[in-house]
């Protein structure tokens, strides 16, 4: 129904405009989270019933939206109904901002890929902090992940970090450090062991103040780019364990472009999602896992277009995965498929 269907329209709106298209759709999730039972009732029929706890944190399905979908959280009642077990918004930064001129977002529709060059943009970590406010318990595990904002020197990024993670921190139940984003000037520097290093340490600090003020401690876990060498994810590996994060997320999107390098599209800047990701990103998920002997959880993400890539990045020693990309292309049924097939 929805590849037959809703799709087409879908693709139809804004002249094909994709950005149209996403916003259409959070629109009309955001209506259909103030049904009464809709949620319930979706997660009912499309989750999962193998839930686990990873990081401390207890997840109904290990199968989640990834950051992107909803930066600002405007659909989060909507979300279960469509089968995730959490979800993940943002990436959000300090400063409001527009991020990236239009168009910036691109389907490579026989490919099953996106490219997007977005530039992080959203309301910014304050607004995000007085939404959540208002929803109260959303009854699933939520995510937020921080970044850096386009305005800020990258000398001056830890406090655009700390300020987002202490405005957030009472609302999250975990929180993401991007630090991966190809589409911000300079942000994939604090990848390098220096930089992750003084941002990771300054993070953990803001946590353990704000703990010790009465809040409960959250998980703090790492997104990183599928371009590093098995060099820098090692030198990156040590960093993380060294300075107490609870997981990685692998991987975000890609400034490569394998499989569609012949594709009209494939010169536009930005970074690439979807099938063509499947490979690098299992590969990475699993090269963490060796590395760490499966000490470090991680969130697998990049190429789930259908349940045998969910499986591939289990089989590769992630603990949770997340769609974003594939749910453009196969649509709620893949949340439904992943989640039945789950031992």
């Known amino acids: 129904m929805y590849e037959r269907v809703v799709r ?15 916003e259409q759709t959070l629109a009309g999730l955001r209506l259909l989270g103030r049904v009464p039972g809709a949620p319930r009732a979706g997660a009912r029929l499309l989750g999962s019933t193998a839930p686990r706890t990873v990081f401390g944190v207890r997840f109904p399905s290990p199968v989640g939206l990834a950051a992107g979908m909803d930066k600002n ?4 009642r909507a979300w279960p109904a469509l089968g995730f077990g959490f979800v993940e918004v943002g990436t959000v930064t300090a400063h409001p901002q527009p991020g990236n001129e239009k168009p910036r977002l691109f389907r490579l529709v026989e490919q099953e890929a996106v490219i997007n060059r977005m530039g992080f943009n959203n309301l910014g970590s304050a607004a995000l902090a007085d939404r959540l406010a208002v929803y109260g318990e959303l009854g699933y595990p939520l995510g937020i992940s921080i970044g850096k904002s386009k305005v800020t020197p990258l000398d001056q990024a830890v406090e655009d970090y700390v300020t987002s993670l202490r405005r957030l921190y009472r609302y999250g139940d975990y929180f993401a450090v991007n630090v991966s984003s ?7 520097e604090l990848q390098d062991a220096g ?39 090692d030198e990156l590996l040590q960093v993380c364990t060294g300075t107490g994060v609870a997981g990685i997320i692998a991987t975000n999107t890609t400034i490569g472009r394998p499989g569609v390098e012949t594709h009209p599209l494939a010169t536009q800047a930005g970074g690439l999602s979807g099938r063509p990701l499947a490979e690098i990103s299992a590969k990475v998920v699993a090269h963490i896992h060796h590395e760490t002997g499966g000490a470090l959880p991680v969130i697998g993400v990049g190429g789930i ?23 453009i292309y196969r649509g709620p049924g893949l949340i439904r498929q992943i989640n039945r097939s789950l031992p």
Not at 73 to 76: D, P, W
């Open 8 to 22: 087409p329209v879908l693709y139809r709106l804004g002249r094909g405009d994709a950005e149209v298209a996403h």
């Open 195 to 233: 930089h992750l290093t003084e941002l990771l340490t300054a993070l953990h600090a803001e946590a353990q103040a704000l703990t010790v003020a009465g809040l409960a401690p959250k998980p703090i876990l790492v997104k990183i780019a599928p371009d590093l060498t098995t060099t820098a994810i």
């Open 182 to 188: 190809p589409n911000t000037p300079g942000l994939r």
């Open 73 to 76: 959280g405007v659909a989060l």
């Open 305 to 327: 277009v259908d349940p045998a890539d969910a499986l591939r990045l289990f089989d590769a020693g992630a603990s949770l995965v997340q769609i974003y990309t594939g749910l």
